[in-house]
Nanobody, 125 residues
Framework: VQLQASGGGLVQPGGSLRLSCVAS????????VGWFRQAPGKEREALAY????????DYPDSAKGRFTLSKNNAKNTVYLQMNSLRPEDTAVYYC???????????????????WGQGTQVTVSS
């Protein structure tokens, strides 16, 4: 299994970005994808996660309202739409995936067996 995250870049405060995560190597749609981010000097934090089989999504309270997940199963791709970006959203954004994710544990890094390489998001004027 390989994950490829892309879509990061430099954006002004208040702007938007859409990140993509392409998952290859899964034999079917029975897996979940999570997005995390890590800012310099901070711990990695969960942003959102989605079930590829039934489309269920969830967001930690800190991410609700500005981040939205969507998916395209035909392309094995998950999208993270980020709006109203703030300088504090500057971080490396990672996608992760795994089978048999226990939904109550989906915000934990330990729920995911596979990780992408990360994409840098910088919010600055």
């Amino acid at each position: 299994v390989q994950l490829q995250a892309s879509g990061g870049g430099l954006v002004q405060p208040g702007g938007s970005l859409r990140l993509s995560c392409v998952a290859s190597g899964f034999a079917d749609d029975d897996y979940a994808v999570g997005w995390f981010r890590q800012a310099p000097g901070k711990e990695r934090e969960a942003l959102a996660y989605i079930s590829m089989s039934d489309g269920s999504t969830d967001y930690p309270d800190s991410a609700k309202g500005r981040f939205t997940l969507s998916k395209n199963n035909a392309k094995n791709t998950v999208y993270l739409q980020m709006n109203s970006l703030r300088p504090e959203d500057t971080a490396v954004y990672y996608c992760a995936a795994s089978r048999s994710v226990i939904w109550s544990n989906a915000a934990s890094e330990t729920a995911y067996a596979y990780w992408g390489q990360g994409t840098q998001v910088t919010v600055s004027s």
